[in-house]
């Protein structure tokens, strides 16, 4: 199958990004990093995750983040709402779009959010349920789609069919997560190509963590099968906080250095981003993990 003409990135730097960070970020800091990205032309920001201040105190701020957005025509600013309780309080901020998040493997679905993997889809069914009421599109997410830390490797059938139940409950698209980034290409082709026996390839994303540098590799191996939506984090931010040693999602920078190598249309300044990617992690404190972001700032 050939390469998509062009690819849709879906920045999870403001929430998966920074939500495992030790110390405080301020809100400005979050508001602004969203309003830079949107400079730069990423259209797809997923800026707030409306969770339990008890369990990820960082985002705590969520509603103010939400309802002091910048907003730009033409980019989504979507939340993470795991819950009745946090999809009311997104839409009280006017979000546009929400994403739930299941897993394909029993004991992280457990970590995770406390309950087994057909407990956390039960759970979203009044979420989608509520969210369609409202208007609000709904993203769902799979987990451990190419591994997991406490059950190791996890049959391709069996994310198969928690994708396809987060589809046919009336999510519009799924992202499939290496979320402990031990995929390899050859793993992930395999993975889209059962999930793909139930779901449009036009409906699924990418999302891989970085952990043993095969990201771009897998992101490469799954463009070639038709996946033309990949979720990425600027500076290579984030990590999981129930899967120790993961490191962050693939960096945005990097993957769109790949696109324009391939000559894949992605509307995004690369030049900005890497900017972007230069002044967060300066910021906070943290090392840029983009290869092209500390390319580009050496120069």
């Known amino acids: 199958m050939a390469f998509p003409q062009h690819v849709r990135l879906v920045e999870v730097g403001p929430r998966d990004g920074l939500q495992n960070e030790p110390e405080p970020i301020s809100t400005t800091t979050k508001l602004e990093l969203i309003e830079r990205l949107g400079a730069a032309g990423i259209r797809y920001i ?20 939400m309802k002091n957005l910048a907003r730009r025509d033409g980019v989504t600013y979507a939340a993470l709402t795991p819950n009745l309780k946090g999809l009311e309080g997104a839409l009280e901020c006017g979000v546009e779009e929400v994403a739930v998040f299941g897993a394909a493997s029993e004991a992280f679905s457990q970590k995770n959010i406390n309950c087994s993997v057909a407990e956390s889809l039960a759970r979203f069914e009044p979420v989608l349920e509520r969210a369609q009421q409202a208007g609000v599109r709904v993203r769902g997410y799979v987990s451990c ?5 406490y059950e ?31 995929g390899t290409p050859l793993k992930a082709k395999r993975m889209i190509e059962a999930v793909a026996r139930d779901i449009p390839m036009d409906k699924l994303a990418a999302h891989f963590h970085d952990t043993y540098g095969q990201a771009l590799a897998n992101l490469y191996a799954v463009m070639e099968e038709g996946i033309a939506v990949v ?12 899967a120790k040693g993961a490191s962050g999602n693939v960096a945005s920078e990097d993957v769109v ?28 404190g943290r090392p840029n993990r983009s290869k092209v972001g500390v390319a580009l700032a050496s120069r």
Request: hydrophobic fraction near 45%; aromatic fraction near 8%.
């Open 152 to 182: 190791g490797e996890i049959a391709p059938a069996k994310v198969a069919e928690v994708a396809k139940a987060l589809y046919e409950m009336g999510c519009y698209e799924v992202s499939l997560g290496d979320t402990i980034g031990t």
């Open 46 to 65: 997923e800026a707030a995750s409306f969770v339990s201040p008890k369990w990820v105190p960082q985002m705590a701020d969520h509603q103010q983040v």
């Open 231 to 242: 979720d990425s984090s600027v500076a290579g931010l984030g990590g999981c906080p129930y």
């Open 257 to 284: 250095y790949l696109l324009d190598g391939l000559g894949i249309e992605t509307g995004i300044d690369l030049e900005a981003l890497a900017a972007t990617g230069t002044w967060i992690t300066q910021a906070i």
């Open 145 to 149: 789609v190419l591994g997991c830390p």
